[in-house]
Antibody, heavy 118, light 112 residues
Framework: EVQLVESGGGLVQPGRSLRLSCTGS????????MSWLRQAPGKGLEWVGF??????????EYAASVNGRFIISRDDSKNIAYLQMNNLKIEDTALYHC?????????WGQGILVTVSS | DIVMTQTPLSSPVTLGQPASISCRSS???????????LSWLHHRPGQPPRLLIY???KRFSGVPDRFSGSGAGTDFTLQISRVEAEDVGVYYC?????????FGQGTKVEIK
C-alpha cells in the first residue's frame, strides 16, 4: 500500500524558513516524480511544485507564487522528498500535502499544517 | 496559466440519483504527446484528496464504477451514476498538461 507521511510543519514567523519532509513507503520511491500541493484555510487546492525522478534529472517546476522562495529536493536513499520554504509569507499558511506523481498527483499524504504568523 | 472553471459550485443531490459536474479549461488540454491530462479528485473533510479519474476517463485504482469521466479539448464532465452517502465532499478538476498545474474552484456535493 502506498503511504506518504509529511512532517516538519508548525508555527513560524514571516520571513523565516521551514523545511517539510515527505516520507514514502509501499512503492519504489526513486521511480516516481513527487509533488507538493497546499490548501489555505477556506480555499481550494493549489499546486506548489514538482520534482522529477533521477531518470529525468531530478528537475523541478514551481508555481509562480513560490518560485525563488521554495526549493524541492529528494533523497531516494531515504525515500524522502523535501520542501524547503524560505522567506515565508502570511499567505503561505496552509495544509501542505505531498503526492506521488503519475501523470498527475495520484496518492496523497494526510498533510501537515504550516502557519505563518507574527 | 490555464484557468479551470467548474460548474456548479454547489450541488445538492438525492441519494441514489445521478450527479454531474462540468469543468472547462481556458485552453486545450491536449498535450504534445497526444494525451489529455485532465483529472478529477474527491476531497472529504479531514481526509487527503483522492484521485478518482485521470486522463479524462480512466478510473484510478479502487474507484467504484459509478464514477465516470468524459469530454475532450476544453470541456469535461464527471458523472456519478447513483450518489451514495460517502460521495459527499468537494470535487476538483485538475489539469496536468501544462505547468503550472491548476485546479478548478471545487464543487461541493451534499445530500438534500
Amino acid at each position: 500500500e502506498v503511504q506518504l507521511v509529511e512532517s516538519g510543519g508548525g508555527l513560524v514567523q514571516p520571513g523565516r524558513s521551514l523545511r517539510l519532509s515527505c516520507t514514502g513507503s509501499g512503492f519504489t520511491f526513486g521511480d516516481y516524480a513527487m509533488s507538493w500541493l497546499r490548501q489555505a484555510p477556506g480555499k481550494g487546492l493549489e499546486w506548489v511544485g514538482f520534482i522529477r525522478s533521477k531518470t529525468y534529472g531530478e528537475t523541478t517546476e514551481y508555481a509562480a507564487s513560490v518560485n525563488g522562495r521554495f526549493i524541492i529536493s529528494r533523497d531516494d536513499s531515504k525515500n524522502i522528498a523535501y520542501l524547503q520554504m524560505n522567506n515565508l509569507k502570511i499567505e503561505d499558511t496552509a495544509l501542505y500535502h505531498c503526492a506521488r506523481y503519475s501523470s498527475q498527483p495520484a496518492n496523497w499524504g494526510q498533510g501537515i499544517l504550516v502557519t505563518v504568523s507574527s | 496559466d490555464i484557468v479551470m472553471t467548474q460548474t456548479p459550485l454547489s450541488s445538492p443531490v438525492t441519494l441514489g440519483q445521478p450527479a454531474s459536474i462540468s469543468c472547462r479549461s481556458s485552453q486545450s488540454l491536449v498535450h504534445s504527446d497526444g494525451n489529455t491530462y485532465l483529472s478529477w479528485l474527491h476531497h472529504r473533510p479531514g481526509q487527503p484528496p483522492r484521485l478518482l479519474i485521470y486522463k479524462i476517463s480512466k478510473r484510478f485504482s479502487g474507484v467504484p464504477d459509478r464514477f465516470s469521466g468524459s469530454g475532450a479539448g476544453t470541456d469535461f464532465t464527471l458523472q456519478i451514476s447513483r450518489v451514495e452517502a460517502e460521495d459527499v465532499g468537494v470535487y476538483y478538476c485538475m489539469q496536468a498538461t501544462q505547468f503550472p498545474q491548476t485546479f478548478g474552484q471545487g464543487t461541493k456535493v451534499e445530500i438534500k
